[in-house]
Every structure is written in structure tokens, then in C-alpha cells.
């Protein structure tokens, strides 16, 4: 909560929220790998946090600073066909600078020169302790420290024509991973089967299911420790269903356009897009 680069820890219990900056100075891999989340928890059911009025404030993103934002292409079948791709037989992988990480009701800058910004909802996996060589999938979920709602902004441009053949340069445009508006801990939440949902202006767009997933979340996290070294904090991005513009049945975004992104059990989150300035 707060402005960005000030923003203040706090948990949201039923209706009230409690400050935590006597626990931690931010909700980060540090933090995570020390295993805050439990500590919350413990602090919460001896009530020894001090309620805090969060009305009016700005939420920013739910994790501060992660070191690397994994995320995972065409990782349902129908988003595959209407990309014009068939299933991947691998996880398809490419990266976010951690730079392009908003709060859930920021705005989203679309680019200059841009004519085919798109959005994307995904539940996204924050990662809980060092993952390296994991030995199976079933060791994978041990890893997790938690889940919320991401929306993987994509300039389509500059992502498949402009490329040169890597993503990149369609999904790192400042902004472009708002996150939010919770982080609700693994065990409290079955990755298997969540409700996605967007719309634009108030028509909807996606409308899936985890279920529907090609790698599940273990797969990813196993998969990805076999060729790199997953840190506490790092966040999955894990793919989006269909119902995206690059489809061709909706109109790409323009400035005024208002997203609404949602999934079960973690909440929703609104971004209005604008114009980047050369001044923002």
C-alpha cells in the first residue's frame, strides 16, 4: 500500500487490514524464504498486529523486487490454435523485466507507435525458497510460495514482426506486468482449477479454467529448475487462455480502454490504458 517506491506491508483479514512493517520491510524473497507468510499467519491469530485504514490508498503489487519474471507461452490449447500454433510439446518460455511490474490499478502505458496492444490474465506463482534441479513434479508444489493475478500486457507488433525472433520486445514495455491484488498463500488455494475471466470496457474477453492448463504449475516449476536456478520472490507467469485480441475477433487496446481481470478465489484488478508520453 502507498506510492510506488513507498508502499507499506499489509495483510487483509475478512474486512480489515493490519500494517506489517513491524514484521518486514517489504513482502520479498527475503522475507518469503524466511517463510513471512507463516509468521503473518501466527501474528494474526495471537492479534498482535495493529489494524491500519487502507481507503483511498494505492495497492501496489503484492511482491517487491522479484529477480526475474518467468513467464510461460501459449499454455492452453485454445490460446495455441487461435495464435496459429499448435501445442507446445514443451513449455515455451520467455521473460519480463521485473521493471514491468505495476500495481493492479495502475495504469498501462501503451506504447509509442503501438497499434496492437493486447492484455492477457494468468494466475501467476511466487516462488517461496531456492529451486535448482528439482527431482520431480511432486517436489515442485513445496516451492510455491503463494499465487495472485497477472496480466502479461503484449505488444503483438513488436512481439512476432519486430522480434527478430525472440518475444521481448513485445512484453517489456514499461508496465506491462500489472500484478495483484493479493497474495494468497499455496496452501489456501488449489492452482488445479481456478476460474480466469477478463473483459474490456465491461464485455468479456477470456472466460477459462487452470484445468485447462497443458503444463500444470508442478511441471512448470520442475521443468524450469532444470535449466535455471529459481529464486524467492522469482514470479510465473503461466500462460493465458483464449480470448485475446491477436485472435482477430476483438479490436486491439487504445487509450480509455478500461481491463478487468479476474480470477477465483484471488480477487480482481482494473487497469485503465493511456498513451505513453516521452515525458511519463
Given amino acids: 500500500m502507498g506510492e510506488p517506491g513507498a508502499e507499506r506491508p499489509i495483510v487483509v483479514n475478512g474486512d480489515q487490514a493490519y500494517d506489517l512493517s513491524p514484521l518486514t520491510r517489504d513482502i520479498d524473497g527475503d522475507f518469503l524464504a524466511a517463510d513471512g507468510l507463516s509468521r503473518v499467519a501466527t501474528e494474526l491469530t495471537a492479534d498482535r498486529l495493529s489494524p491500519i485504514d487502507i481507503a483511498g490508498q494505492r495497492i501496489g503489487p503484492p511482491v517487491a523486487r522479484p529477480q526475474a519474471v518467468w513467464c510461460i507461452g501459449m499454455n492452453y490449447a485454445a ?95 514499461e508496465t506491462f506486468n500489472p500484478l495483484g491484488p493479493s497474495l494468497i498463500p499455496a496452501k489456501e488455494l488449489d492452482s488445479k482449477n481456478l ?16 484445468a485447462d492448463l497443458i503444463f500444470d504449475v508442478a511441471y512448470l516449476i520442475w521443468h524450469l529448475s532444470q535449466f535455471a536456478v529459481l ?30 481481470l479476474e480470477v477465483e478465489d484471488i480477487g480482481k484488478m482494473t487497469q485503465t490504458f493511456r498513451s505513453a508520453e516521452p515525458n511519463d
Fill in 195 to 210: 476460474h480466469l475471466r477478463s473483459f474490456v470496457n465491461g464485455d468479456p474477453r477470456q472466460d477459462s479454467s487452470t
Fill in 79 to 173: 490460446h495455441a490454435a487461435e495464435s496459429g500454433s499448435a501445442p507446445p510439446q514443451e513449455p515455451v518460455v520467455f521473460f519480463k523485466t521485473p521493471n514491468t511490474i505495476v500495481g493492479p490499478y495502475d495504469d498501462v502505458l501503451i506504447p509509442r507507435g503501438s497499434t496492437r496492444t493486447d492484455w492477457e490474465v494468468e494466475l501467476a506463482v511466487v516462488i517461496a525458497r531456492r529451486a535448482r534441479y528439482l527431482p520431480s513434479p511432486d517436489e515442485a508444489m513445496k516451492y510455491v510460495a503463494g499465487y495472485t493475478i497477472s496480466n502479461d500486457v503484449s505488444e503483438r507488433e513488436f512481439q512476432l514482426e519486430l522480434s527478430g525472433g525472440q518475444w521481448s520486445k513485445g512484453k517489456c514495455c
Fill in 231 to 260: 529464486e524467492p520472490g522469482d514470479i510465473l507467469n503461466t500462460g493465458t487462455p483464449e480470448g485475446v485480441a491477436l485472435s482477430g475477433r476483438y479490436p486491439y487496446l487504445k487509450p480509455g480502454d478500461v481491463v478487468d
